[in-house]
């Protein structure tokens, strides 16, 4: 594969991330947990970071990993595959093909194995001996939401962009709590209802050709209220 124009590259592993206990199967194997896949689909919704299969999965070969996240409707796109270098040591084969592909700015290694380099550990993500995650499997696997917050981190980690805002419930008043990139902010936004945007249009003429010089929002509460 040729250099990639995308500068976020997760690092995935399947068996202990997505794949614990088998819920099912199809012509590809065995069906993943479908928190885990939301949990990995929370990491590409607020990074918007692309996928390199490091699993034994992909001696099954890109086009068939690439095949089964179709098939599967599974979150985000795989781009490429590590290369097979050495079986017991997957951060090997993560090095050379991040030496491969120069320009990646930001990675995350999602793995239940510790077989990394030193100079990975930074940016690896263990999905085992995690027990005390209140949505692991087994004895302490899969990506849990933990896992997925401390991914995200590592990767929008001295980022300027924002990947995600979201709003919590409207108060009395109107006003929600903002989460950027999953975190709460000290931000807190005038929120809308449906009939009082209603409302909003029929005065917005007015607005624009007499628009109040004082307690804009006094006013506005009191017009939308």
């Keep these: 594969m040729k ?5 976020k590259i997760i690092f ?3 068996d202990g991330v997505l794949n614990v ?5 199809d012509k590809f194997g065995s069906i ?9 689909k929370s990491i590409i ?7 390199v299969i490091s699993s034994t999965w992909r001696f099954d070969g890109l086009v068939q990993m690439q095949n089964m996240w179709k098939h599967r409707n599974l979150p985000g796109e795989i781009i490429d595959i590590t290369p097979h270098i050495d079986i017991c040591q997957r951060g090997k084969e993560i090095d050379a093909w991040l030496k491969a592909h120069k320009d990646i700015t930001h990675y995350v290694i999602l793995d239940d194995d510790t077989d990394m380099l030193d100079d990975q550990w930074n940016n690896f993500v263990q999905t085992s001996e ?3 995650h209140e949505d692991c499997v087994d004895i302490g696997y899969g990506l849990t939401k933990k896992c997925a917050e401390k991914a995200i981190d590592i990767l929008n980690e001295g980022d300027n962009n924002i990947y995600n805002i979201t709003c919590g419930e409207r108060d009395e008043n109107g006003f929600a709590d903002t989460y950027v990139n ?3 902010t000290n931000v807190r936004m005038l929120l809308f209802d449906k009939e009082q945007v209603e ?4 005065i917005q003429d007015e607005l624009k050709n007499n628009p109040p010089k004082k307690n804009f929002w006094k006013r506005l509460k009191e017009w939308i209220n």
């Design 182 to 184: 999953g975190k709460k």
């Design 130 to 132: 995690n027990s005390e």
């Design 3 to 7: 250099d990639t124009k995308y500068k």
């Design 199 to 202: 409302k909003l249009h029929k």
């Design 12 to 14: 995935l592993d399947i």
């Design 32 to 40: 993943f947990h479908q928190h885990f896949v939301d949990n990995l």
């Design 45 to 51: 919704d607020n990074t918007g970071a692309k996928i």
């Design 21 to 25: 206990i088998p819920q099912g199967r």
